[in-house]
């Protein structure tokens, strides 16, 4: 995917598969995301690294950090958003079936403070980089507005609402 996106001028993380330049980024006070299975969901198989003691040296890639501000989940159907979720931390108040919540944090979809414009449409591109018609994209901004594209999920959760969302969008493109 980090090849993909690349190629297609999305914004994604530093990532390599060399243990040194992975080495070298914690030197410079960098996280390192290890990621040592590639069929894991919600973070399974992911190690992160910030000393050489806890370095795996035989991770399939290693990703450098992000200095995240802000993260959002983006529903992205062919070149439609259908819908912007942000992560935040929850406030104590009972939630509906159109919000994603765990244990610390949930997904909102209204009331977003702004965000640029060019996080949608780094999330269309990625979405056609990967040649797919369907996804969830993982992206975060840092403090000065910098977007970072982290994944496509090709089998997100949905809310009822996207869920209804997309079911109209594969409705017309399949009559």
């Given at each position: 995917?980090?090849?993909a996106?690349?190629?297609?001028?999305?914004?994604?993380?530093?990532?390599t598969t060399s243990?040194?330049?992975?080495?070298?980024?914690?030197?410079?006070?960098?996280?390192v995301?290890?990621?040592?299975?590639?069929?894991?969901?919600?973070?399974?198989?992911?190690k992160?690294?910030?000393?050489?003691?806890?370095?795996?040296?035989?991770?399939l890639?290693?990703t450098?950090?992000?200095p995240?501000?802000r993260e959002?989940?983006?529903?992205?159907?062919?070149d439609?958003?259908?819908?912007?979720f942000?992560k935040?931390?929850?406030?104590?108040v009972?939630?509906?079936?159109?919000?994603?919540?765990?244990d610390?944090?949930?997904y909102?979809?209204?009331?977003?403070?702004?965000?640029p414009?060019g996080m949608?449409?780094?999330?269309?591109?990625?979405?056609?980089?990967?040649?797919l018609?369907?996804?969830?994209?993982?992206?975060?901004l840092d403090?000065?507005?910098?977007?970072?594209?982290?994944?496509?999920?090709?089998?997100?959760?949905?809310?009822s609402?996207?869920?209804?969302?997309?079911?109209?969008?594969?409705?017309k493109?399949?009559?």
């Amino acid at each position: 995917s980090y090849r993909a996106f690349a190629d297609a001028g999305v914004p994604t993380v530093k990532h390599t598969t060399s243990g040194s330049i992975a080495e070298g980024w914690l030197s410079r006070e960098y996280k390192v995301y290890a990621r040592g299975d590639d069929s894991g969901c919600r973070g399974q198989g992911i190690k992160v690294v910030s000393s050489r003691t806890e370095f795996p040296s035989d991770a399939l890639i290693y990703t450098r950090g992000f200095p995240i501000a802000r993260e959002f989940r983006v529903y992205v159907w062919r070149d439609i958003i259908l819908s912007t979720f942000e992560k935040k931390k929850p406030l104590g108040v009972e939630l509906d079936d159109d919000v994603r919540a765990c244990d610390d944090w949930l997904y909102c979809r209204n009331n977003l403070d702004p965000y640029p414009s060019g996080m949608l449409i780094s999330c269309l591109a990625a979405c056609k980089s990967l040649g797919l018609d369907f996804v969830g994209v993982d992206v975060a901004l840092d403090s000065n507005d910098n977007i970072c594209v982290f994944e496509c999920n090709s089998a997100p959760w949905l809310s009822s609402k996207v869920a209804g969302q997309l079911a109209a969008q594969i409705k017309k493109a399949y009559p």
